[in-house]
């Protein structure tokens, strides 16, 4: 019988996937046995030593790459390629240079010939969100770091998807642009009921964002622990000052530490 995918609670799952790359001389064997879902409307951070596997995570949520082991469904049905309602977000957000703020956020839109009027009020109402509202006619080049981070997260969500994957999205960011993004992020969040996988090497964004956090082992990538984040929402800023997040990062930091031993 065929499955019903509105009434799945899961976004996305993933079930005893493996991923072994065939280079040579020897495979490499990036992710192993990984299961864990998403539930709809949860945001899911992943932690783990560089190299382990994560990007390739993601690259095959994204249906970018496709596991050689177990399965990966998305809305409770198996996941063949890129789907439609997955935003994503890579670590070089590269907008592209020759268009426009506003050109760069409606792409996925004409990538998939999806008439503009149809999104342009999303795009724009997105645009003022982020705070970049005037900028909408900008190239790349005029806008810092942290606004070329902005358009991009407004380019992931421009066709409201119902999935959206980042792969440490602000790293590239110095530490107070970085925590303005992550201010950016919660806000929306606490506007929309998207689920998230958000890889990032800050267990302080960890927290401050996730209701649940993974930490991966060394490569290759499984699942070594996995806690689920304490405070409620809606989340501010100024929780990340209390000493109940503090003892939380602590803990993780320990478990990190531990599992890289
Ligand atoms: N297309 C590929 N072909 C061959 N090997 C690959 C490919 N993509 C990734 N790898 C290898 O898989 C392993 C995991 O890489 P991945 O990019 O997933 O790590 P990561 O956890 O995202 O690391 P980082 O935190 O540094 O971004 C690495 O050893 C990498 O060399
Ligand atoms: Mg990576």
């Known amino acids: ?36 879902a998403v539930r709809r ?13 994560k990007s390739t995570l993601l690259m095959m949520a994204a249906g970018l790459e496709t596991p050689t082991e177990g399965r990966l469904e998305r809305g409770g049905v198996k996941l063949h390629g ?12 590269t907008l592209l240079p020759w268009l426009s703020v506003l050109d760069n956020v409606l792409f996925p839109a004409t990538i998939r010939r999806i008439p503009r009027a149809q999104v342009l009020e999303a795009a724009m109402r997105l645009i003022e969100t ?13 806008l810092s770091g942290g606004m070329r981070q ?13 999935l959206i994957l980042m792969d440490e999205p602000f790293s590239a ?21 998207k689920s998230a996988i958000f890889v990032t090497h800050s267990i302080r964004e960890a927290v401050l964002l996730a209701d649940r956090v993974l930490v991966m082992s060394r490569r290759p990538a499984t699942v070594a ?37």
């Open 1 to 36: 019988m065929p499955e019903a995918p509105a009434l799945i609670a899961e976004a996305i799952r993933f079930d005893a996937v493996g991923k072994t790359f065939p280079t040579r001389p020897v495979p490499l064997r990036a992710v192993e046995s990984v299961s864990f």
């Open 41 to 53: 409307g949860e945001f899911v951070a992943i932690l783990g030593p560089s190299g382990c596997g």
């Open 82 to 93: 890129p789907h439609r309602q997955t935003g994503v977000m890579f670590q070089d957000a």
């Open 130 to 142: 982020v705070g970049l509202k005037g900028f909408e006619g900008a190239r790349p080049h005029e």
């Open 150 to 162: 902005r358009a991009a997260i407004c380019r992931a969500l421009v066709l409201d998807p119902d």
């Open 173 to 193: 960011l110095d530490a107070i642009t970085r925590d303005e993004m992550g201010d950016v992020l919660l806000d929306l969040w606490q506007h929309t009921q």
């Open 225 to 261: 622990e996995e806690l689920v984040v304490p405070f409620p929402r809606p989340r501010t800023p100024a929780l990340a000052d209390s000493a109940e997040f503090g003892a939380v990062v602590a803990h993780l930091r320990g478990v990190i530490a531990g599992n890289m031993a």
